[in-house]
C-alpha cells in the first residue's frame, strides 16, 4: 500500500509540474493566442480596441484632421482701428495740413467655401462682408470734421489654408460700394459762430487683405483703396451753387485707408 501510495502522489506530482509549465509556454510563448481562448481574461484585446486606433489615426494621419473646419466656411466679426492716408478725402492735401486721425472699423460677414484642397487642409471661397463701417475725426484749429463710411455689401475671393488643427490664414481680395458722410463744425468769422457742413461722396472701392486665427480668435489687416465721387455739399443748412458743384465734382476723393482688426470666426 505504501508503494501504490508513493507511484499515485508522484503521478499527481508530475501530471501538475507538466500543465504548469505547459501554462507557462503559452502565457510567455503566444500570449495573444492564449487570451483569444479565454474570453473572461481578454484584457489585450480590449486594449486593442477600434477607439484608440480612430484617434490615433485621426490625430496623426492627417486624413481626419479639423483642417477641414479651420480652412472652412463661417461667420466672421471684426473690430478694428482705422488709419486714413493722409490724402484721405482731401486731394488737395500738402505737407503740414491736417488730416485725419486714428478711428475704429468695425465688421461682420461670413465665408462661403466652394472647393476643399487636400482633405480640407486649403479651401477656396466667396467672403461676403454684410455690414462694413469706420469713424474717424479730424482737428483743424476750431474747425472738426468727422467721417463715416459705411459698405452695405463687399464681396470677393478668399483662399484658406490650415497651418494646424488649430491655426490658420486667410488672404482675400473685395470690392464694394461706399457710401461716405463728413460731417463738419466749422468756425464762420462773419458769423462769428460755428456752422455745419455736410458733404456725401459715393463710389466704388477694393480691399485686399489677410488674417490669421485661433481657434476662434483672429486678427487681420486690410488695405481699401479707390477713389469717390462727391455727389452732396451743404453749408450752414444751404446746398452749394452750380458753379461750386462743378469745382468740387471735378475732383476724385481717396478712399485710401488701412486697417487692423481683432476679431472672431465662427
Known amino acids: 500500500m505504501n508503494l501504490k501510495h508513493t507511484i499515485i502522489a508522484g503521478l499527481l506530482l508530475t501530471g501538475m509540474s507538466l500543465f504548469a509549465g ?62 486714413p492716408s493722409r490724402y484721405f478725402l482731401n486731394p488737395y492735401y500738402s505737407t503740414g495740413d491736417p488730416k485725419y486721425k486714428l478711428g475704429f472699423d468695425f465688421e461682420f ?10 482633405d480640407g487642409k486649403m479651401g477656396v471661397g466667396l467672403r461676403v462682408t454684410w455690414l462694413s463701417l469706420s469713424y474717424a475725426k479730424m482737428v483743424d484749429v476750431n474747425d472738426i470734421y468727422r467721417v463715416v463710411q459705411i459698405s452695405a455689401l ?25 457710401f461716405t458722410d463728413q460731417f463738419g463744425d466749422i468756425y464762420s468769422p462773419g458769423q462769428a459762430k460755428n456752422v455745419g457742413e455736410n458733404t456725401v461722396f459715393t463710389g466704388g472701392s477694393h ?57 472672431f470666426k465662427f
Open 109 to 118: 460677414g461670413n465665408y462661403f467655401r466652394f472647393a476643399k484642397i487636400q
Open 22 to 83: 505547459g501554462s507557462k509556454f503559452v502565457l510567455e510563448g503566444n500570449k495573444s493566442d492564449f487570451f483569444k481562448t479565454k474570453p473572461g481574461l481578454n484584457f489585450h484585446q480590449k486594449a486593442d480596441s477600434k477607439q484608440p486606433q480612430s484617434f490615433a489615426k485621426s490625430s496623426f494621419s492627417g486624413k481626419e484632421w479639423d483642417e477641414a473646419e479651420v480652412s472652412g466656411g463661417g461667420l466672421f466679426l471684426n473690430f478694428g482701428i482705422h488709419l
Open 207 to 263: 480691399e485686399v487683405g489677410a488674417a490669421f486665427h485661433f481657434r476662434v480668435f483672429s486678427i487681420g489687416f486690410g488695405y481699401r483703396f479707390g477713389n469717390l465721387t462727391l455727389r452732396s455739399y451743404v453749408y450752414d443748412g444751404k446746398e452749394a451753387d452750380s458753379f461750386a458743384y462743378t469745382f468740387l465734382q471735378d475732383r476724385k476723393y481717396s478712399v485710401n485707408n488701412f486697417r487692423i482688426t481683432l476679431g
Open 154 to 178: 463687399r464681396v470677393g475671393p478668399q483662399f484658406g489654408y490650415a497651418i494646424t488643427e488649430d491655426m490658420g490664414a486667410d488672404v482675400y481680395y473685395q470690392w464694394g460700394y461706399n
